[in-house]
């Protein structure tokens, strides 16, 4: 199971962090994703880690702005997002990909997925 926390309304500019608890006993085995979905919108692959934290992927309007890490001793995944826009406003939903042996650039491998926490950025 995966919750989500940390979502909210900001301002642009603003900083913010979202957190992923696991609940799985090997979660060190999964490389974990977030996602975001905004209204109207397909859902996109924000950023991924692999499962021991050493690779990381962002998609490209993200880079330089949001950062992905883990924590696998306390079962957790967090996206710190810095320098939010408008265009961040989406439903961000934490996933994980049993296996995968890197940090996804798809969406195709995740099959764990979060309910999702809501950021809103006001301009």
């Known amino acids: 199971q995966l919750v989500e926390s940390g979502g909210g309304l900001v301002q642009a500019g603003d900083f913010l962090r979202l957190s992923c608890s696991s609940s799985s006993q090997t979660f060190e085995h999964y490389a974990m994703g977030w996602f975001r979905q905004a209204p109207g919108k397909e859902r996109e692959l924000v950023a991924s880690i692999s499962g021991p934290g050493g690779l990381t992927w962002y998609l490209d309007s993200v880079k330089d702005r949001f950062t992905i890490s883990r924590d696998n001793e306390k079962n957790t995944v967090d996206l710190q997002m810095s320098i939010v826009r408008s265009e961040d406003t989406a439903m961000y939903i934490c996933?994980?990909?049993?296996?995968?042996?890197?940090?996804?650039?798809?969406?195709?491998?995740?099959?764990?997925w979060g309910r999702g926490t809501q950021v809103t950025v006001s301009s």
């Open positions: 996933a994980g990909a049993l296996g995968y042996p890197g940090a996804p650039q798809t969406g195709a491998y995740f099959r764990d």
